[in-house]
């Protein structure tokens, strides 16, 4: 099952249904935010624990961008789920693309635009998305293709 959130500030918490979620997002790209938190330790990555892509690591994120929050908010709200710390949004690093994700035997279309932020306090936990967290200094294997593409970049810049 995927909860997606649609909205909430400022009027009810919606979640779509599976139904909902295959119904929108079959026909239009979905948006969210992937995350590179940087710190001494270097580039927190995440052991993903769920399809897609279980058992490889990636950035923490990919949470979708509710209707009327802005980039910046959805990048300190998702770092908070899924990595319990609180952030300081640095700015936009560019962004991934994903045009045939597969989810329950379903290709959707998913554009994430990625955040660098830097952890202000909290301890690291994963939840349900990761088993484990863990700074690298360089690009973690196995790692999803397109984020080890992205952090190179980011990295040889």
Same mark, same amino acid.
């Given at each position: 099952?995927?909860?997606?959130?649609?909205?909430?500030?400022?009027?009810?918490?919606?979640?779509?249904?599976?139904?909902?979620?295959?119904?929108?997002?079959?026909?239009?790209?979905?948006?969210?935010?992937?995350?590179?938190?940087?710190?001494?330790?270097?580039?927190?990555?995440?052991?993903?624990?769920?399809?897609?892509? /279980?058992?490889?690591?990636?950035?923490?994120?990919?949470?979708?961008?509710?209707?009327?929050?802005?980039?910046?908010? =959805? =990048?300190?709200?998702?770092?908070?789920?899924?990595?319990?710390? +609180?952030?300081?949004?640095?700015? +936009?690093?560019?962004?991934?693309?994903?045009?045939?994700?597969?989810?329950?035997? /379903?290709?959707?279309?998913? &554009?994430?635009?990625?955040?660098? &932020?830097?952890?202000?306090?909290?301890?690291?936990?994963?939840?349900?998305? =990761?088993?484990?967290?863990?700074?690298?200094?360089?690009?973690?294997?196995?790692?999803?293709?397109?984020?080890?593409?992205?952090?190179?970049?980011?990295?040889?810049?």
């Amino acid at each position: 099952m995927f909860v997606c959130v649609c909205y909430t500030k400022g009027m009810s918490e919606y979640k779509l249904t599976d139904g909902e979620f295959f119904d929108i997002y079959g026909k239009v790209p979905r948006l969210n935010v992937d995350l590179v938190i940087r710190s001494d330790e270097g580039i927190l990555f995440g052991l993903r624990s769920i399809e897609p892509h /279980a058992g490889f690591w990636h950035l923490p994120g990919g949470g979708t961008v509710y209707k009327g929050e802005k980039i910046s908010q =959805a =990048a300190i709200r998702v770092a908070k789920n899924e990595t319990g710390l +609180d952030v300081a949004y640095i700015g +936009d690093r560019g962004f991934m693309e994903f045009p045939s994700e597969m989810r329950n035997g /379903a290709s959707i279309h998913t &554009v994430s635009i990625v955040v660098e &932020v830097r952890p202000r306090s909290g301890n690291v936990r994963p939840d349900e998305n =990761a088993k484990e967290l863990k700074y690298f200094r360089d690009v973690p294997n196995p790692i999803i293709q397109e984020h080890a593409a992205f952090v190179l970049r980011l990295l040889n810049q």
